[in-house]
């Protein structure tokens, strides 16, 4: 079955230090996977997929078949990066995502 | 461009009550998606729509129906409102499929009493 697994509810780091969000999948084809960003009171936002290859408000993610993992990362984390993030997983000819339950950043200062 | 209008913001109803979620994207998008964030549970599929005329049941259908009858409109039709329903709505639209990434609406809240 196709899962997508974010282990950690909320993570709180301090400003400037690095920042890892977990996310580990579950599916059997290739899969195509996405980070959505959602901070306080606004909708939910593209941050970044692993087909392009890009790299958005300083946050990369690299995805590690082997591994079945797509971990979100930032070197040094800033008060605005403060949000909800939802790691999605898209079911090649589904047109559909299965998103994970999601990890609240909180970056105190 | 206004990209993807949800109305309305907040609704409360009462236990078996209808009502309609409204979803408008100017985008010329052809993929549009009905999801439910719930606490702990993250965003759940209700029913998405590949072109007009054209809809599907996703995870979570039950008690929900849509039509695509434009490209642009997209409404959630709760039949019989319960308390189970209770929740945050979101509207989503893409281009080219879930592949090109989605474009959110800014959501309703649902409470139902």
């Known amino acids: 079955a196709q899962r997508v697994t974010q282990p950690e509810k909320l993570l709180s780091v301090f400003k400037g230090a690095p920042v890892e969000l977990k996310c580990n999948y579950s599916?059997?084809?290739?899969?195509?996977l996405f980070w959505y960003v959602q901070y306080s009171r606004q909708r939910l936002q593209l941050l970044l997929r692993?087909?392009s290859r890009e790299s958005i408000k300083g946050f990369t993610a690299d995805l590690n078949k082997g591994e079945t993992s797509f971990h979100l990362k930032k070197p040094f984390a800033q008060e605005e990066d403060s949000a909800m993030y939802y790691c999605a997983l898209s079911a090649s000819g589904t047109y559909k995502y299965i998103f994970g339950t999601g990890t609240r950043l909180k970056v105190l200062a | 461009n206004a990209g993807v209008t949800q109305t309305p913001k907040f609704q409360v109803l009462k236990t078996g009550q209808s009502m309609t979620l409204q979803c408008a994207q100017d985008?010329?998008?052809?993929?549009m998606s009905w999801y439910r964030q719930d606490p702990g549970m993250g965003l759940r599929l209700i029913h998405y729509s590949v072109g007009a005329g054209i809809t599907d049941q996703g995870e979570v259908p039950n008690g929900y129906n849509v039509s695509r009858s434009t490209t642009e409109d997209f409404p959630l039709r709760l039949l019989s409102a319960a308390p189970s329903q209770t929740s945050v709505y979101f509207c989503?639209?893409?281009?080219?499929?879930?592949?090109?990434?989605?474009?959110f609406g800014s959501g309703t809240r649902l409470t139902v009493v």
């Open positions: 989503a639209s893409s281009y080219k499929g879930e592949r090109d990434g989605y474009t």
């Open positions: 599916y059997s084809g290739s899969p195509e």
């Open positions: 985008m010329n998008h052809e993929y």
């Open positions: 692993h087909i």
